[in-house]
């Protein structure tokens, strides 16, 4: 250990104040990937990247350490008052360590793909298990995240979900976050996208500990009952919000894809009703949280996709996602999902992909307000994609709602013959605290490899989609 300790010694010397980068115990050292792209089938470049862990997710610690490494925030996301008594003082106390990559996050990383485990043991951390959202962002050449505009384009990749039971989620999302992190905007953030900073969503998340260079602990509680979730589901007062396009959201049972879109342009910092939570806040929020989605099941097609269905899940499928912008204006999203079998896309409601006009009658049937239209609709969505949005994949369940939302029924209350409410097939309550501690947990991962994007019709030739 005397190795590192020099380092960090002058590192700290060196170093200005605030949400420090502190590799120092733990090298920061990106996996590479490759992504593909491509203006025809078998006609693609290699682009060569990087992954990197969300900020969220590392071991934050004490920048200074005359006394070794102490915790910024320990177990059960409680945070150490002596480092953290306020905003400003807790970044400039703190230091993002570096993540444990190989054989933690991933059993495997190819340079084609890379397989996101559920629970991760990390030597490192006081929290010994590691369970809950991990979020990956790829990097760009410069540590910067890679940007996508995908109007008139589309994306593909392959995923196997074949081991995500009810409760679980494999995600596949662009979210509308800055490219460096935040850190040329938020001097408290010193640390960027080569530690996964500013990470944001059209949820408007609460538990992240750092949000425009400052520290959440304002108002930082453990949401109650989930106190036992080991790694401690918690949310400060402020949220943080940007439009985001759940491409891929999946268990080998259920999946949803869904366009969420924001009132502001770029990522915004949300409090109280702006943070747009149920029941007061749903249609005030800055963003929309619900948005338009697009679920077989919960349409009326519960044998299109799981286990020996139509899309079959027990092994990988090639995901297709295809963004229609005639004119410029973002008009239409279309899923292609093939696996071993051939498979057609869905009619229902008499729609086959996501547009404003299906949105309207899916909140119709189901009985709901239209605030994916209030928030700007599917020209939203195209205006966020304009100026590049940055690609997360993660494996995560869902202390707020047990992934009900996905693959069982809500609101858990109302009857399942009202058109909406059945979304999947799960009866199993998808509650963390009972899926951490299951066996499934330790066999939960999702394998996302292939990732192409290019003009549409370009990355795959697959007949008949
Ligand atoms: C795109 O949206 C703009 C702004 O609302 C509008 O002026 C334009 O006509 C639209 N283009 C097409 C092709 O619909
Ligand atoms: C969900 O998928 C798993 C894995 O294929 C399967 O064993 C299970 O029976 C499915 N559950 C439901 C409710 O369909």
Redesign the pocket.
């Known amino acids: 250990m005397l190795a590192p300790l020099i380092l960090f010694a002058f590192s700290h010397i060196a170093s200005a104040n605030a949400q420090h980068a502190g590799d120092q115990v733990i090298p920061e050292v990106h996996p590479k990937i490759t992504i593909q792209q491509c203006t025809a089938p078998r006609s693609c470049q290699t682009l060569q990247r990087e992954i990197v862990l969300d900020a969220n997710w590392r071991w934050l610690r004490e920048a200074a350490t005359p006394n070794g490494y102490n915790n910024c925030i320990g177990i059960y996301s409680i945070w150490y008052t002596r480092l953290c008594p306020n905003p400003t003082e807790c970044a400039k106390n703190c230091a993002l360590e570096g993540a444990q990559y190989i054989g933690v996050l991933f059993s495997k990383v190819k340079m084609q793909g890379l397989t996101l485990r559920f629970v991760c043991s990390d030597s490192y951390s006081n929290t010994l298990v590691h369970v809950g959202v991990s979020e990956l962002l790829p990097l760009g050449v410069d540590s910067t995240y890679q940007t996508f505009d995908l109007n008139n384009q589309e994306f593909s990749f392959d995923v196997d979900a074949s081991t995500l039971t009810c409760g679980f989620n494999g995600a596949l999302n662009f979210v509308k976050m800055d490219k460096d992190g935040g850190m040329s905007r938020y001097p408290g953030n010193q640390a960027g996208a080569r530690f996964g900073t500013g990470y944001c969503d059209a949820r408007c998340p609460r538990n992240l500990r750092f949000i425009n260079g400052e520290a959440n602990v304002v108002g930082w509680e453990q949401s109650e009952p989930r106190a036992a979730v080991q790694d401690g589901w918690a949310t400060g007062q402020y949220g943080f919000c940007c439009s985001e396009m759940g491409i891929w959201k999946a268990n080998a049972n259920a999946t949803a894809y869904t366009a969420r879109v924001c009132r502001a342009g770029e990522q915004t910092r949300c409090l109280g009703l702006n943070c747009g939570e149920e029941p007061d806040g749903i249609y005030q929020g800055v963003c929309d949280r619900d948005g338009c989605d697009f679920n077989s099941y919960r349409l009326g097609n519960p044998s299109y996709f799981g286990p020996g269905k139509t899309v079959d899940t027990q092994g990988k499928i090639t995901v297709v996602t295809q963004f229609h912008s005639?004119?410029?204006?973002l008009s239409e999203i279309k899923t292609l999902l093939h696996s071993k079998r051939p498979c057609h896309q869905q009619r229902l409601l008499n729609h086959n992909s996501i547009s404003d006009k299906y949105c309207q009658a899916q909140k119709t049937l189901f009985g709901e307000r239209n605030a994916f239209a209030a928030h700007g609709g599917l020209?939203a969505m195209g205006k966020a994609f304009q100026s590049g949005m940055v690609l997360a994949m993660s494996i995560w369940d869902d202390p707020e709602s047990d992934m009900l939302w996905m693959d069982a029924k809500l609101p858990v209350d109302r009857d399942v013959s009202i058109p909406g409410v059945t979304r999947g097939p799960c009866t199993v309550s998808g509650y963390p605290d009972i899926l951490e501690y299951d066996a499934q947990a330790t066999k939960a991962e999702v394998t996302f490899s292939n990732i192409k994007y290019g003009p549409i019709g370009s990355t795959h030739e697959i007949q008949g989609i």
């Open positions: 005639p004119g410029g204006n020209k």
